[in-house]
């Protein structure tokens, strides 16, 4: 009797699901109309059918207003949807508890908001069923600024679903900032809603260090948006140059004229001071900081600000929360051992902007009883290594922090032994042992193929010599061309071609018997590096010269407009160094006698 009902139970189960395939496949001609936009054909499946207008038609519980939205095909279609569709079935929700809002601000089609909002706008209160989320949330997380800043302009701060209270509020900046809304848009004098991140902490400070179950807050993504920062954003010299004359908006600077700031109850909540990014995320803390707090800020100063060389943040916390300074991890390690780890110079050159304490922050032992300069001889982090072109160059780098560090320790450091009696030359030995190897390597495979073209062109211009274009004169042997103005020049870059393909031989051959010990990649053998190329560069134009001057004397027949296809000939080879060996020759001079990495960057005071 138990197995029969079972079975009656089973078969009652299958026979429903089997009629609701049924009522999907039926509703294949308005699904495929609802994709295409296709406005005809729905209207005459709606006709014939008018409880398909608020039908779940897949097995997803969609309807056909969710998947003309979703589509974007036609803004028409949606439009006459909702027309004929009753307000309150515009909260008819698909699966996850997702209303046609939700699904308009996911896929960012504010035009289909527009017409949701304004047919039912309590659709903008309506949460789903994963994370309780506003059509707010779904716009901001899937990246839609646009459909953002409308929904935002006519959500209110309801007191009954409360969309910026904690934690829907806390969600919604998160996002916003993972999102990176932060900045300020393209046009002229934006209005505050423009600064998403910005007005929403400026309205509700509390959000700022507001943290969500899952460890997530605002402040930690912030910490993590490297390209937001300046000091972090890869540009050459031309780029540096155009973006230190654009013209950046700053949300503080604003003439703040609007009425909300105008409005007493709001003005006391407004951000009116200098702009920087630890303000927008709230850190203007009181004197007396939770533990949770300082340990969320020592979070964003160890994983990510520091590890990510973004010193804007550091120095905002910093200044906000002067203790944050102090702290150590697990392991011992304040923010500029954290800084020698990660090789982010940008943290590392806050301490020049210190007072005496940056003293007290070089003499930091960690666990293992490593000191900073035991910190400095580990081999940087992949990624570190990979900003710098060639093995060489990155030896060169490493080296150039541990001689740094080395010089604001104390003396006594240098023959600290750390827990596995290690001095640090003895760490930077073997830490750096494969590196060495790779820059050896690198070296001889750059002089070997340099020494090549240095001797072949040294052999050319030394033949050029003797064999002088025109021949000589055979009663006294003077060179037939000898009072001509291109026979000079012809003469004297051949010569300097010489010398300089001599001279740069010289060098890559000394480069090949050097005996590359680790000191030598500081300057030792970059410097020979650079005299290589620079004497190869003037021995290949010189030998353009030589050569252009030389058919000019035998084919120009001194007609002048023959120089101009020459010229431009000539041109050629010598472009072609420049621009596939001239940014290594830049990359050399600047990392051997630039200004270099470290130092102070600015006078604002930090600590």
């Not at 604003?254 to 702009?275: C, F, G």
């Not at 390690?333 to 990660?342: P, R, S, T």
């Not at 590096?529 to 001057?549: C, H, P």
């Amino acid at each position: 009797m138990e197995s029969q009902v079972l079975m009656d139970a089973s078969s009652s189960s299958r026979g429903a699901r089997e009629n609701k395939d049924e009522d999907y496949w039926r509703y294949q001609p308005l699904l495929k109309a609802a994709l295409r936009g296709d406005w005809d054909s729905a209207k005459g499946f709606f006709d014939q059918d008018p409880d398909a207008l608020t039908a779940h038609i897949t097995d997803a519980k969609q309807t056909a207003l969710h998947l003309a939205i979703s589509s974007g095909r036609s803004i028409e279609f949606v439009e006459k949807l909702v027309d004929l569709m009753p307000p309150e079935a515009l909260a008819l929700r698909a699966s996850q508890g997702r209303t046609a809002l939700h699904i308009a601000a996911l896929y960012g089609n504010t035009k289909a908001a527009v017409i949701l909002v304004e047919k039912h706008p309590t659709s903008l209160y309506i949460r789903s069923y994963d994370q309780n989320q506003l059509p707010l949330h779904f716009a901001a997380n899937g990246g839609h600024k646009d459909t953002l800043l409308y929904l935002l302009s006519v959500t209110e701060d309801d007191p009954v679903s409360k969309p910026f209270a904690y934690p829907s509020g806390a969600l919604l900046l998160y996002q916003a900032v993972d999102s990176e809304f932060y900045g300020s848009s393209a046009r002229t004098n934006p209005p505050a809603e423009h600064y998403i991140a910005l007005d929403l902490v400026g309205r509700h400070p509390e959000l700022g260090t507001s943290k969500l179950v899952d460890d997530k807050h605002a402040l930690k993504t912030m910490a993590r948006k490297a390209s937001a920062f300046p000091s972090s954003i890869r540009l050459n010299r031309w780029q540096r140059l155009i973006y230190s004359y654009v013209p950046v908006e700053n949300y503080a600077d604003q003439d703040h004229n609007r009425s909300d700031i105008e409005n007493p109850v709001n003005s006391s909540q407004v951000i009116a001071q200098k702009h920087s990014w630890a303000r927008i995320l709230g850190t203007n803390f009181p004197n007396s900081v939770s533990r949770k707090l300082q340990a969320m800020l020592w979070k964003v100063l160890e994983l990510l600000a520091t590890r990510y060389g973004i010193h804007e943040v550091v120095e905002e916390v910093v200044e906000s929360f002067p203790q944050a300074i102090w702290y150590v991890d697990n392991d011992g390690y304040n923010i500029f051992g954290l800084a020698v780890i990660y090789r982010c110079e940008n943290v590392f050159n806050l301490i020049y902007q210190m007072s005496g304490h940056k003293q007290d922050m070089m003499f930091v032992v960690d666990k293992n009883w490593n000191t900073m300069l035991h910190l400095a001889g580990r081999l940087a982090p992949f990624d570190k290594l990979n900003l710098v072109p060639g093995a060489a160059l990155q030896m060169q780098r490493e080296l150039q922090w541990f001689k740094e560090v080395e010089n604001l320790v104390t003396p006594g450091y240098k023959e600290y032994q750390n827990e596995g009696n290690e001095f640090p030359s003895m760490v930077f030995t073997k830490e750096h042992k494969k590196l060495v190897e790779e820059g050896e390597k690198w070296m001889k495979d750059t002089a070997n193929s340099c020494t090549i073209a240095a001797a072949l062109i040294a052999t050319i211009a030394f033949a050029a010599v003797i064999t002088v274009p025109g021949g000589t004169n055979g009663t006294n042997g003077v060179p037939v061309f000898s009072k001509a103005n291109a026979f000079i020049v012809f003469i004297v870059s051949d010569a300097i071609s010489l010398f300089t393909s001599t001279m740069s031989l010289l060098m890559f051959l000394s480069i090949l018997t050097s005996r590359y010990a680790e000191g030598d990649f500081l300057y030792v053998l970059p410097k020979r590096l650079i005299i290589g190329l620079v004497t190869l560069f003037m021995s290949i134009t010189t030998m353009i010269l030589a050569f252009s001057s030389t058919l000019y004397l035998v084919f120009g027949n001194n007609k002048e407009w023959i120089l101009i296809p020459v010229a431009a000939l000539a041109c050629l080879p010598i472009t072609s160094f420049m621009f596939l060996q001239f940014p290594l020759l830049v990359d050399l001079i600047s990392s051997t006698y630039g200004p270099g990495i470290f130092g102070k960057k600015s006078d604002r005071f930090f600590f």
